[in-house]
């Protein structure tokens, strides 16, 4: 009889949102197993026996899952709530969004979902599982742990990230321009600085390939100058991502050496510990697995950012995975430590697939800490971010995805080296009348290496044809600006410095003495002079006119040439 007077009154009782004691969050979007912890807690003549009577477990475990109901509003209501608790791997918290409860997030960019506007960002489409999994009316009779969350739920992401994820493009560029705007730096100098006696660790991560374009100058230098922040010793760790790219004689005391460098001479704090990572093979991730440990503690807070397309999504699924596994690099699945999937964020080769701040869970193995994603840092003077006016097709272009073959020119003087429509280099004097350039970029990146007096009208002639990118002859790219660099060198067999190209790589320049060295880009884009990165030359030299990397496809019966 009183089971029967609870149904009815969940179909007639209006929804009353209770908040639970301990969770300080509304009662009814609370996973079933902890509303029925949190519902025993709350006092209520259904959760305690009658006198002279005797419950067994599972009837008080009915009773008060009954209760549940009656506070969210419904069964069915109840249920969807429990399984998006399920399928999202994790529920972005009321503080991370500004939300007054808790609302199902995507767990590959971290997007609020929804269902009524396929046109907008988060729209996503319900999964048959989870249709199946619905709660009907015959299943009020049965116990709790029949209809409780399971560890084989899919994930659920917004059909964004389902199309990067699976067809690596975006499903529809145009509400690109719909995506919500997001500062990172100040978000995280005010949560940083909210918070008290917790440690504080953050996680940059850098692209060892685009190491001055990646570099987040401006958030790094706001963060260390914030007054909240110094008072709390925040630990910084910088990741250098994408080894796996560079050559096999770029040893890894020649890159800490030359990392170590680079710092000193920038405005970044004087503690930063650095780390040489690949998330694409696994290397340096148990070791820096260790470091975040050792600096987060058991309860701390770690924020991960970075600039777009730096490999910051790469780099957690790997610290995830490490994590999944025990900590140890067997051969174990991706399955978390209750069993269940391990959400993984986006990747993709585009800038700012990821949207929001996303939880981290199970990040660090044997830890408790609470760990954060957050949207990649748009640097407007980058060629592969979102400002560029290149396509999300060309900008993949520009991202290296096989390790870097250098391209080695013996350049006199009055010689440029056009690098697709996107920029030139001049050498306009030197030392003994000629120096090297070496190109490291993508292998995709067609160049010319020709005269001076014709290059720009041959490189504007030659645009979306034989030099690429962008792939469109039409398409509207600024004007190229020059910027000149004086270089010293003392060796003619290596290079000496590098004048590097934010988001499209870095020409080496090889000379004994001095040159001049003109470097044209649009204005917009990051051009800087460093020490050389990777002082070696090609095997073999590029001869005048037009080069490329990839093999030419092969007529039938004969062999690519490379």
Same mark, same amino acid.
């Given at each position: 009889?009183?089971?029967k ?14 908040? @639970?004691?301990s969770?300080?969050?509304t009662?009814a979007?609370?996973?079933?197993n ?5 519902g025993?807690?709350c006092?209520s ?15 008080m ?7 549940g ?15 998006a ?17 808790? /609302?199902?997030?995507?767990?590959g960019?971290?997007?609020k ?6 046109g907008?960002p988060?729209?996503y ?5 989870l249709?199946?999994s ?13 209809? @409780?969350?399971?560890?084989e739920?899919?994930l659920?992401?917004?059909a964004r990230c389902?199309?990067i994820?699976?067809?690596?493009r ?9 995506l ?11 949560r $940083?600085?909210n918070i008290k ?5 953050l ?13 987040p ?8 100058n914030?007054p909240?922040?110094k008072e ?5 760790v ?5 080894l ?13 050496s ?15 510990t650095v780390?040489?990572?690949?998330a694409?093979?696994g290397?340096?991730?148990p ?26 999504? /790469?780099?957690?699924n ?10 140890d ?9 209750e069993? !269940?999937p ?12 990821? $949207? ?5 869970d199970?990040?660090?193995?044997g /830890?408790? +800490? ?11 003077y ?20 096989r ?5 080695t ?8 080296? /056009?690098?697709g ?13 000629s ?5 490291w +970029?993508?292998?995709?990146?067609t160049?010319h290496f ?5 290059a720009? @009208? ?5 645009? !979306?044809d034989?030099?690429v ?6 398409v ?9 660099f004086?270089?010293e ?14 988001g ?23 051009l +800087? ?12 030299f ?8 990839l093999?030419?496809?092969p007529?039938?019966?004969?062999r690519a040439?490379?």
């Amino acid at each position: 009889m009183l089971w029967k007077t609870v149904r009815q009154a969940a179909q007639v009782r209006k929804p009353r949102m209770v908040v @639970a004691p301990s969770a300080r969050h509304t009662f009814a979007c609370l996973p079933f197993n902890a509303r029925t912890a949190a519902g025993a807690a709350c006092p209520s003549p259904l959760a305690k026996p009658r006198a002279g009577q005797q419950q067994n477990k599972g009837e008080m475990m009915r009773m008060q899952s009954a209760v549940g109901l009656l506070r969210v509003g419904s069964a069915r209501e109840a249920t969807s709530v429990a399984c998006a608790s399920t399928i999202q791997g994790n529920l972005a918290p009321a503080e991370d969004h500004g939300e007054s409860e808790k /609302s199902p997030y995507c767990p590959g960019c971290g997007i609020k979902l929804q269902t009524h506007d396929d046109g907008a960002p988060g729209f996503y489409k319900e999964p048959a599982a989870l249709k199946a999994s619905a709660l009907s009316d015959a299943a009020l009779g049965s116990s709790v742990e029949e209809f @409780a969350p399971s560890a084989e739920r899919p994930l659920v992401f917004c059909a964004r990230c389902f199309s990067i994820r699976n067809y690596g493009r975006v499903k529809n560029p145009d509400a690109e321009d719909r995506l919500p705007s997001f500062d990172v730096a100040s978000k995280l100098c005010s949560r $940083i600085g909210n918070i008290k006696g917790i440690r504080q660790t953050l996680l940059c991560v850098v692209d060892i390939t685009d190491f001055d374009g990646s570099v987040p100058h401006q958030t790094l230098a706001r963060i260390a100058n914030d007054p909240l922040i110094k008072e709390k010793n925040v630990s910084v760790v910088l990741a250098l991502n994408k080894l796996d790219l560079l050559p096999r004689v770029a040893s890894d005391q020649r890159i800490r050496s030359w990392a170590n460098r680079q710092i000193r001479s920038l405005d970044l704090p004087e503690d930063v510990t650095v780390k040489l990572v690949s998330a694409a093979v696994g290397k340096g991730i148990p070791d820096l697995a260790a470091t975040l440990q050792r600096k987060v503690g058991q309860y701390g807070h770690l924020w991960v950012f970075g600039a777009q397309n730096a490999g910051k999504s /790469s780099l957690i699924n790997a610290l995830r995975k490490y994590s999944a596994e025990g900590g140890d690099r067997g051969a174990g699945g991706s399955r978390g430590r209750e069993g !269940g999937p391990v959400p993984q964020l986006t990747e993709a080769s585009l800038p700012g697939t990821t $949207i929001g701040f996303v939880r981290l869970d199970e990040l660090l193995a044997g /830890s408790r +800490c609470k760990a954060f994603d957050t949207p990649g840092l748009l640097h407007r003077y980058q060629y592969t971010s979102t400002f560029s006016p290149l396509t999300y097709q060309e900008i993949g272009m520009l991202l290296p995805k096989r390790r870097l073959k250098p391209r080695t020119y013996r350049v006199p003087v009055g010689y440029t080296v /056009s690098i697709g429509g996107l920029a030139r280099v001049d050498l306009i004097s030197a030392q003994g009348s000629s120096a090297y350039f070496t190109l490291w +970029c993508s292998d995709e990146v067609t160049t010319h290496f020709g005269k001076t007096e014709n290059a720009e @009208a041959r490189q504007a002639a030659s645009v !979306g044809d034989k030099l690429v990118p962008p792939l469109d002859p039409e398409v509207g790219m600024p004007n190229l600006v020059s910027s000149d660099f004086l270089v010293e060198g003392r060796d003619w067999k290596r290079s000496s410095e590098d004048i590097a190209i934010a988001g499209l790589g870095w020409v080496a320049v090889g000379v004994s003495g001095e040159c001049e060295v003109r470097a044209w880009a649009p204005k917009s884009v990051l051009l +800087c002079q460093r020490d050389a990165l990777m002082p070696d030359y090609a095997k073999d030299f590029e001869r005048p006119g037009f080069g490329m990397m990839l093999p030419v496809a092969p007529k039938k019966g004969r062999r690519a040439k490379w």
